[in-house]
């Protein structure tokens, strides 16, 4: 939602916020700033619909009462993560899970890729930065005792700093 937002121009209406104006503008008020307060309130107007379009009839009634589009956000925001306490708190379990994914013996490289990449992405969602070199360490270390011979060849052969999760993934399916 906040990329179709950013392509709409929206972002800034829930990043920085929209305070709606209180009573009507002085008559000193210059046109230009009442150009401006007119576009963000447009904008604010704009991303606030979309959010009550983008979401489903059960989520609709926790949002209608909001006045901006921040405050719509942060209400999705809360229902979908948490409080601060509670992402922390799913955070630290997805680490846990990332640390202690392993390849299964019955399992192809490409399924233990997927498996991988959602606890990444899920962690990505609350907040936790990742390069390809972490998530292409984590392949080779987790890897069943089949892949040894690839996995030296990899590391012998390629730099592991500049190496892609993609061409590390078709390197070992080919091996598969």
């Known amino acids: 939602m906040m990329i179709y937002l950013k392509a709409y121009d929206l972002w800034d209406s829930i990043s920085k916020g929209?305070?709606?104006?209180?009573?009507?503008?002085?008559?000193?008020?210059?046109?230009?700033?009442?150009?401006?307060?007119?576009?963000?309130?447009?904008?604010?107007?704009?991303?606030?619909?979309?959010?009550?379009?983008?979401?489903?009839?059960?989520?609709?009634?926790?949002?209608?009462?909001?006045?901006?589009?921040?405050?719509?956000?942060d209400t999705l925001?809360?229902?979908?993560?948490?409080?601060?306490?509670?992402?922390?708190?799913?955070?630290?379990?997805?680490?846990?899970?990332?640390?202690n994914l392993k390849m299964k013996a019955s399992e192809s490289v490409k399924d233990f890729v997927s498996r991988l990449m959602e606890i990444v992405n899920q962690m990505k969602i609350y907040g936790e930065k990742f390069t390809d070199q972490v998530i292409v360490e984590k392949v080779l270390i987790s890897l069943t005792e089949n892949f040894d011979s690839k996995i030296s060849v990899i590391e012998e052969s390629k730099d592991l700093s500049t190496l892609t999760v993609t061409k590390l993934i078709g390197s070992l399916q080919a091996h598969e």
């Open 77 to 99: 925001k809360e229902e979908f993560q948490g409080s601060k306490r509670t992402r922390a708190i799913r955070l630290l379990h997805l680490r846990r899970e990332f640390a």
């Open 18 to 73: 929209y305070k709606l104006p209180e009573g009507e503008l002085p008559n000193d008020t210059l046109v230009s700033q009442v150009k401006k307060i007119k576009d963000e309130a447009t904008k604010n107007f704009k991303a606030l619909s979309l959010l009550h379009s983008a979401v489903t009839e059960s989520l609709f009634p926790r949002i209608v009462g909001a006045t901006t589009a921040k405050e719509a956000w």
